[in-house]
């Protein structure tokens, strides 16, 4: 199976759509154990998104798309997502440079490349309660499956689910990393903002691909 640079601006489209929806939730999420600002940043920074992808040219590649999008996720996004996602976003355009179409295996090159970005960018491991207690697990699941030969449609909903389990996991564990960590063990209890923000970008993915 093969994703069409197409295939790739309906999954930008998607999370910005996603997004939207979901500003207040975000926010909600954020204003337990951070600053109240998560859907706010994250919304301002795909409305970006979405108006500098309409304007870059016709013939750009999905590399080319995805370092847009990082960059413009840098330059609007607030906060400390905004230089985690715009990392992730350009390391995975740096990993799939000059293609116009992507295999499998571009798509499990594109995960990696984004969670080491994220991890370089922010020093946080997994269960220090941030996005990468989602993106670390749906990376494995979806690596794991296409591994075993499982379709890429079926191999993205692995990936759901497991980022779905590591966002609700974050419930239980407190923040070492990010604002939230200054709320110590008061921060267990809540599910991490970041962690729900790349569940639905994960999520978002693969409704796309599964249509
Ligand atoms: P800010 O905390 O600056 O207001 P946001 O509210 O937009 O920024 O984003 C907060 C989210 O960023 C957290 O929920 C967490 O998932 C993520 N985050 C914060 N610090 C780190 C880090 N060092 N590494 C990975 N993710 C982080
Ligand atoms: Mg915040
Ligand atoms: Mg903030």
């Known amino acids: 199976m093969v994703i069409t640079k197409e295939d ?32 706010i940043n994250m919304d301002r920074g795909f409305e970006a998104v979405k108006q500098k992808l309409a304007t870059i040219p016709e013939n750009s590649d999905i590399g080319t798309i995805l370092k847009t999008v990082g960059m413009t996720l840098v330059s609007t ?8 996602y715009g990392t992730a976003f350009m390391r995975a355009g740096q990993a799939v440079q000059g293609k116009t179409e992507l295999t499998e295996e571009d798509v499990v090159k594109i995960f990696e490349a984004a969670l080491q970005g994220i991890k370089d ?13 989602s993106i ?12 075993n030969n499982i379709a890429l449609p079926e191999a993205l909903k692995r990936a759901v689910n497991a980022a779905k389990e590591g966002m609700e996991y974050t ?5 070492r990393k990010g604002r939230a960590s200054y709320l110590g063990e008061r ?7 970041g962690a729900t923000s790349s569940y639905l970008m994960i999520k978002a993915l693969a409704d796309v691909i599964n249509l």
Do not use: C
Request: net charge negative.
């Open 8 to 39: 790739v601006l309906k999954v930008i489209d998607k999370i910005v759509e996603v997004i939207r929806e979901n500003k207040e939730y975000l926010t909600e999420l954020d204003s337990a154990i951070g600053d109240a600002d998560h859907g």
């Open 77 to 84: 996004v607030g906060g400390a997502s905004g230089p985690l």
């Open 121 to 133: 960018r922010g020093k946080a491991q997994a269960g220090d309660k941030t996005m990468i207690d």
């Open 136 to 147: 670390e697990p749906a990376y494995k699941a979806l690596k794991e499956s296409l591994e």
């Open 171 to 175: 419930k239980n564990i407190s923040a």
């Open 187 to 193: 921060s267990i209890g809540h599910i991490d903002p």
